[in-house]
């Protein structure tokens, strides 16, 4: 049981891709965003996004949620191609 109880602490943070809050997006590393906007974009599309294309997702939800957002916005609010 307690071998059980100490690997929960050890799990990773699980990368919800639009569903990541601006709270978290604006705490996050530059790798850490782009992973996020990468699963937003393939959830949406159901294929790779170019590196053009992630990259502005990327700018667009960090102005987003400097600006409009609040920090319960998630990131896919963002206005976004």
Do not use: F
Not at 30 to 59: C, F, H
Not at 64 to 69: D, E, F, N
């Amino acid at each position: 049981m307690a071998a059980a109880i100490s690997l929960a602490g050890c799990s990773s943070v699980i990368n919800q891709g639009g569903d990541t809050t601006c709270k978290e997006y604006l705490t996050q590393d530059e790798a850490t965003q782009n992973e996020a906007v990468i699963k937003m974009l393939k959830d949406e599309n159901q294929q790779d996004p170019s590196g053009l294309q992630s990259t502005a997702a990327r700018n667009s939800a960090l102005a987003y949620c400097k600006t409009l957002g609040n920090e319960n916005s998630k990131i896919k609010e963002a206005p976004h191609l």
